[in-house]
């Protein structure tokens, strides 16, 4: 282990105590923990670094494309924004529990702001069980050959939901590939009619406790027709058969998703925050 300005970088050697950590909450360390049973702490094939604080892990926190707090008081977090300053900032966002989030971010601030944007409440949301309502039985996988016919809805949504075209500077292949990555693993889901899609999300994170669904979205000429709750019924209806909890998270201020999802089911377990870069 190797301690930085208080914080210390997790290895392989840590994976059983990490793993215990994760599991303890794991709705909301969905995201890090399915890259943990896959990956180990291995950094080049985590994606990312898992940084500690207190010999009884009383701060954790991922660094990687996001930076992810998952616990640890005012100090520990004090201890990661030390880390994070001297590193430099290389992640897209801040994510995860408000509680954690906004105080780090408070840290953080004076050297990282200004942030594209941020937002503070964000309710966490959980499904045990099969949905309240019947599912779109048109809703399935998306196969790897149509790949070129979800990608549009794909950026569409990432466009409309984050505020920036994701195919940035590279033309879209990096994106293309992410989106490609969700497409081999059968977690990326639409309903298609005439060869177009109307309906689409995806499983974006697949711990062995928890499923995060993401990316919900409805062609704008096809909202109001209750494909967006019937859909997303779909994708938690799979998460069920897998054995796992249904979870995402949502805008506070979007009322309209927030309805649909209570509809289905869903109820709100916690309160996650993003500060966008």
Sequence with gaps: MLRVAGARLLDDRDRAVVRAALEADPVAACMVAA?????????????????AVGSRLDGLCFSGANLVPLRGHRSALRSFADRARRHGRSCS???GR???????????????APAREVRPDQPLMVLAGAPAVRPDPAVRPVRPGELDRYLPAAIAMFTEEVGIDPRGSDGGAGYRARVGELVSAGRAFARFEDGEVVF???????????????GVWVHPERRGHGLGTAGTAAVAERLAALGRLASLYVNGYNH??????????????GRFATVLF
Excluded: H, M, N
């Design 93 to 95: 966002s801040l994510v």
């Design 256 to 269: 309209v998703a927030r309805v649909v999802y209570e509809r289905i089911g869903f109820t709100q377990v």
């Design 35 to 51: 890259r943990v049973e896959i990956a180990g702490l291995d950094p080049w094939r985590l994606g990312g670094e898992i940084w």
């Design 98 to 112: 408000a509680e954690l989030v906004l105080p780090l971010w408070d840290e953080l601030a004076p050297v990282w």
């Design 200 to 214: 689409k999300a995806e499983i974006g994170a697949l711990s062995s406790q928890v499923g995060q669904i993401q």
